[in-house]
């Protein structure tokens, strides 16, 4: 019966030794010191800054809009800058309004000098309905022909430049235009 109890008696020794050396430090670093330095405490005054991230959100925004589709040539001021009421702020491209008013000034011209034709063919027919060279019916269709193209009268505005003004005075802010841009 002896022998029952020494290999339980091993068993635990050996567990012991196992469990005391798997337990053990090794070597430990000294504590780390931190250098402090002390200065006598003074009154001043300090200005107060709060350094936070945040969204910043204007008492006032004017959205502008325009009157005509166009590339934007030129941008009159800068991100932030305060503008004053009636100042530039944008310059639309000029070139396709200039050549749309060309194109309206050659068919003005086209249209005035079938106008004038027709006016002098109503002046001949009406001379020849007098001899009675030809009917009622053609001196008829020469004149209204004639009154149809009389020239219209077109007000021609001056295209030197399409420029955005300023509504009103104030911070210019973040601008979603640039040079290049198509206004719609």
């Given at each position: ?22 337990c053990s430090k090794g070597k430990q670093q000294p504590p780390r010191t931190v250098p402090v330095i002390a200065d006598i405490a003074e009154r ?139 206004l719609h």
């Amino acid at each position: 019966m002896r022998l029952g109890y020494r290999p339980t008696i091993i068993i635990l020794l050996m567990l012991s030794l196992s469990v005391l050396f798997s337990c053990s430090k090794g070597k430990q670093q000294p504590p780390r010191t931190v250098p402090v330095i002390a200065d006598i405490a003074e009154r001043t005054n300090v200005p107060l800054q709060i350094k936070a991230i945040g969204n910043v959100e204007p008492f006032n925004t004017v959205s502008i809009k325009s009157q005509v589709s166009g590339e934007i040539a030129e941008v009159y001021f800068k991100e932030g800058q305060d503008v004053k009421k009636g100042s530039p702020l944008f310059k639309i491209d000029p070139r396709p309004f200039e050549a749309t008013l060309r194109q309206a000034e050659a068919a003005l011209a086209r249209d005035r000098a079938q106008a004038r034709n027709a006016q002098e063919e109503a002046g001949r027919y009406a001379s020849l309905l007098e001899k009675n060279f030809i009917s009622r019916q053609e001196y008829d269709r020469s004149r209204t022909n004639a009154d149809a193209l009389a020239p219209a009268r077109v007000r021609r505005g001056a295209i030197a430049a399409i420029v955005h003004r300023a509504t009103d005075s104030g911070g210019g802010g973040k601008r979603a235009a640039a040079t290049g841009i198509y206004l719609h």
